[in-house]
């Protein structure tokens, strides 16, 4: 693959040919402030098959210990499977390279490709890092360590530059976009030329490492851990609900900005029974950065009786699904049974759940128009719901 792409640049800039069919790329900020998009896009239209496609993105390693990432192919019916390349070019960067050799259903040989911006990999940076930093899209002219280093698109039109219609001269374009730079570093070819687009301000999201509700003295104390605090953490919401669906804030804790990215928090709810006199209170907690993006903890109850099963019910009247949530003591087989307004079973469901809060979708579409008691049971306890099937 080197000596390929290097002959084809080669001889590409020796001719001096003017090839008006050509493929651009560049690096775009995702839906979140950790993720960031490649996107390629034509000089021209142009129809053909594009049977191999190579992308590579950076992050520098002065960002800490090397993140994790995720991807998604956002053209599955163009690039059916997408490969993970990784080898870092020792030039101060982690890289991570992309490989697709598999058409899809929609890629052919009469694809017609416009002279758009088409979005392909979406790519998402995972672990504890320093933020902001930037990432960017990179092309090494030898094609670096391991050879993936590179912007690489092949199609079928043989007659046109081998096939291959990577903008050698303008491989990248968009903010930040740099085409034939130097590059410094054990890249296989001191000084090579390098080209590269970026995107800055990549931040990792809070990840909460723990989250923990006990009962004391008739107080709720809970604690919980985070990974990957920084100066863009903004608070922490505490919620509670009374029926483990509606939340609401309760109260308010600031970031410790102590300089460490790892943190512990605690919060005390006092006399619960003023709460709610029975039954379990849920709560969770709301990270939410300065620029509004947020993460949620998973859920935690402290339970203010010794009943078995607390049953709640969402939405209520319901059109087609209605979403069960059955908070258990312990592991139980459960039935479910629907009766109509005169008392006629409609619906048995039987099913295995586990200890804490489980979820599940009864689907009611079928049902007529009217009043519905649903009965749960666990052998040990039954509970009764009413619920109102709309059309």
Same mark, same amino acid.
């Given at each position: 693959?080197?000596?390929?792409?290097?002959?084809?640049?080669?001889?590409?800039?020796?001719?001096?040919?003017?090839?008006?069919?050509?493929?651009?790329?560049?690096?775009?900020?995702?839906?979140?402030?950790?993720?960031?998009? @490649?996107?390629? %896009? &034509? $000089?021209? *239209? !142009? =129809?053909? #098959?594009?049977? +191999?496609?190579?992308?590579?993105?950076?992050?520098?390693?002065? @960002?800490?210990? %090397? &993140? $994790?990432? *995720? !991807? =998604?192919? #956002?053209?599955? +019916?163009?690039?059916?499977?997408?490969?993970?390349?990784?080898?870092?070019?020792?030039?101060?960067?982690?890289?991570?390279?992309?490989?697709?050799?598999?058409?899809?259903?929609?890629?052919?040989?009469?694809?017609?490709?416009?002279?758009?911006?088409?979005?392909?990999?979406?790519?998402?940076?995972?672990?504890?890092?320093?933020?902001?930093?930037?990432?960017?899209?990179?092309?090494?002219?030898?094609?670096?360590?391991?050879?993936?280093?590179?912007?690489?698109?092949?199609?079928?039109?043989?007659?046109?530059?081998?096939?291959?219609?990577?903008?050698?001269?303008?491989?990248?374009?968009?903010?930040?976009?740099?085409?034939?730079?130097?590059?410094?570093?054990?890249?296989?070819?001191?000084?090579?030329?390098?080209?590269?687009?970026?995107?800055?301000?990549?931040?990792?999201?809070?990840?909460?490492?723990?989250?923990?509700?006990?009962?004391?003295?008739?107080?709720?104390?809970?604690?919980?851990?985070?990974?990957?605090?920084?100066?863009?953490?903004?608070?922490?919401?505490?919620?509670?609900?009374?029926?483990?669906?509606?939340?609401?804030?309760?109260?308010?804790?600031?970031?410790?900005?102590?300089?460490?990215?790892?943190?512990?928090?605690?919060?005390?709810?006092?006399?619960?029974?003023?709460?709610?006199?029975?039954?379990?209170?849920?709560?969770?907690?709301?990270?939410?950065?300065?620029?509004?993006?947020?993460?949620?903890?998973?859920?935690?109850?402290?339970?203010?009786?010794?009943?078995?099963?607390?049953?709640?019910?969402?939405?209520?009247?319901?059109?087609?699904?209605?979403?069960?949530?059955?908070?258990?003591?312990?592991?139980?087989?459960?039935?479910?049974?629907?009766?109509?307004?005169?008392?006629?079973?409609?619906?048995?469901?039987?099913?295995?759940?586990?200890?804490?809060?489980?979820?599940?979708?009864?689907?009611?579409?079928?049902?007529?128009?009217?009043?519905?008691?649903?009965?749960?049971?666990?052998?040990?306890?039954?509970?009764?719901?009413?619920?109102?099937?709309?059309?």
């Amino acid at each position: 693959m080197k000596n390929l792409v290097l002959l084809i640049v080669i001889s590409s800039l020796l001719c001096g040919k003017a090839i008006a069919q050509r493929v651009q790329g560049t690096l775009k900020a995702g839906a979140t402030s950790n993720e960031v998009i @490649v996107a390629i %896009r &034509p $000089t021209v *239209a !142009f =129809t053909a #098959l594009v049977s +191999n496609i190579i992308v590579s993105v950076q992050v520098p390693t002065s @960002v800490g210990p %090397r &993140p $994790t990432i *995720a !991807f =998604t192919n #956002l053209q599955p +019916n163009l690039f059916s499977t997408w490969v993970q390349l990784d080898a870092d070019q020792g030039d101060g960067f982690y890289t991570w390279a992309f490989n697709s050799t598999a058409p899809g259903a929609n890629n052919t040989p009469a694809t017609l490709w416009s002279a758009t911006e088409l979005d392909l990999l979406a790519i998402s940076f995972i672990g504890a890092t320093v933020p902001p930093f930037t990432a960017r899209l990179d092309h090494y002219l030898d094609g670096g360590v391991g050879g993936n280093a590179i912007f690489y698109v092949e199609t079928n039109l043989a007659a046109v530059n081998g096939g291959v219609l990577s903008d050698w001269g303008n491989l990248f374009y968009g903010t930040g976009a740099s085409n034939g730079a130097t590059a410094a570093g054990s890249i296989g070819v001191p000084n090579a030329l390098y080209s590269f687009t970026t995107v800055t301000n990549v931040t990792l999201p809070v990840k909460f490492l723990g989250f923990n509700v006990i009962k004391k003295d008739g107080n709720a104390l809970l604690s919980w851990q985070i990974e990957n605090e920084s100066a863009l953490t903004d608070r922490y919401e505490i919620e509670r609900s009374l029926n483990g669906m509606d939340f609401k804030k309760i109260n308010v804790l600031t970031p410790k900005k102590n300089g460490s990215s790892t943190n512990t928090y605690e919060y005390t709810e006092l006399n619960l029974a003023a709460i709610k006199p029975e039954g379990p209170i849920y709560y969770r907690i709301k990270q939410i950065d300065k620029d509004g993006q947020f993460a949620l903890s998973t859920i935690k109850n402290v339970r203010l009786d010794t009943r078995n099963l607390e049953v709640g019910v969402f939405p209520n009247p319901v059109k087609s699904n209605a979403t069960l949530f059955l908070d258990l003591v312990k592991d139980a087989r459960v039935t479910i049974t629907i009766n109509d307004a005169s008392g006629k079973q409609v619906q048995n469901v039987p099913m295995q759940l586990f200890k804490g809060v489980n979820k599940k979708d009864i689907n009611m579409s079928s049902l007529a128009a009217g009043s519905y008691l649903l009965k749960i049971s666990t052998g040990d306890e039954v509970k009764t719901v009413h619920v109102v099937k709309t059309n």
